[in-house]
């Protein structure tokens, strides 16, 4: 990479991260008034989203007018090899039912790449404070603190396995741990590239709620396989498709240990 090329990236990922915490400022402001009679309020959270949708984007079209913005809501384009160059995909609410709840798990996710190439990921829980963030193929930094997965898991009654809501229909488990689903993908992979949780079991999520986390996993040490164990692939989805199938993000190495507990229904 030229000293040029190393500058923009720079540039680019002191863009994102001030980008991901005025975003958090702004969802901050909607958080917490849902109205607690109904499940979901779904009026507050579409407020909410399409105002910080808007202030991404019209952000990222102020800065950087060539690049393209892809997240959940928009129009869906697929991303085509160079023809758009600079792709940042986002999630302006990862956790939306935390969000309208009150439920601190939930942040604004933000990843870019180059002609399918990853370059950054990012993920801001405004009311914990925690970001986590990463070049690609670098360090993940949580809070500025460096942080690098163990290479090894012993799974145990203390260790921890996050898992997506429907979980419980499709499998019997015999994880001798705890079982959790957090409502929230990205904060389910930074808790395993940050040692919080021995693995995370994901399914139904599109490359929105996988881009950023993927990049910050991959920089601790970690991977996403399908469960079967074949490797993982983010550029399969750019057509903005769902993963039906069951994905496991754990350590480098560690897939089969996690996956021998799990028997799909």
């Known amino acids: 990479m030229s000293k040029k090329e190393k500058g923009e990236v720079h540039e680019f990922f002191e863009f994102a991260e001030s980008l991901v915490k005025q975003t958090g400022e702004l969802a901050l402001k909607y958080y917490g008034r849902g109205d607690p009679q109904f499940k979901f309020d779904e009026e507050l959270v579409t407020e909410a989203e399409l105002a910080i949708r808007e202030f991404l984007g019209t952000t990222i079209a102020e800065r950087y007018p060539e690049h393209h913005l892809l997240g959940e809501g928009d129009d869906q384009t697929a991303y085509r090899h160079g023809e758009r160059g600079f792709q940042w995909i986002a999630d302006p609410m990862d956790g939306s039912a935390n969000y309208q709840a009150g439920i601190p798990i939930w942040g ?125 692939h983010l550029n399969d989805y750019l057509e903005s498709q769902k993963v039906d199938k069951p994905l496991l993000a754990a350590p480098a190495g560690e897939h089969s240990m996690i996956s021998q507990y799990l028997q799909p229904l």
Request: aromatic residues 12%.
């Open 108 to 232: 604004v996710s933000l990843a870019l790449f180059k002609n399918f190439w990853p370059i950054l990921g990012m993920f801001y829980m405004p009311v914990t404070g925690d970001i986590y963030k990463a070049l690609a193929g670098r360090q993940l930094m949580v809070n500025d603190k460096t942080i690098t997965l163990e290479p090894e898991v012993i799974a145990s009654n203390e260790s921890v396995l996050l898992t997506y809501s429907r979980f419980h229909n499709e499998f019997a488990s015999t994880f001798p741990g705890k079982i959790r689903n957090l409502g929230c993908t990205a904060a389910h992979l930074g808790y395993v590239a940050s040692s919080r949780a021995e693995a995370a079991l994901l399914k139904y999520d599109h490359i929105w709620d996988l881009a950023a986390g993927l990049i910050l996993l991959e920089a601790a040490g970690g991977e996403i396989h399908y469960l079967d164990g074949g490797k993982f």
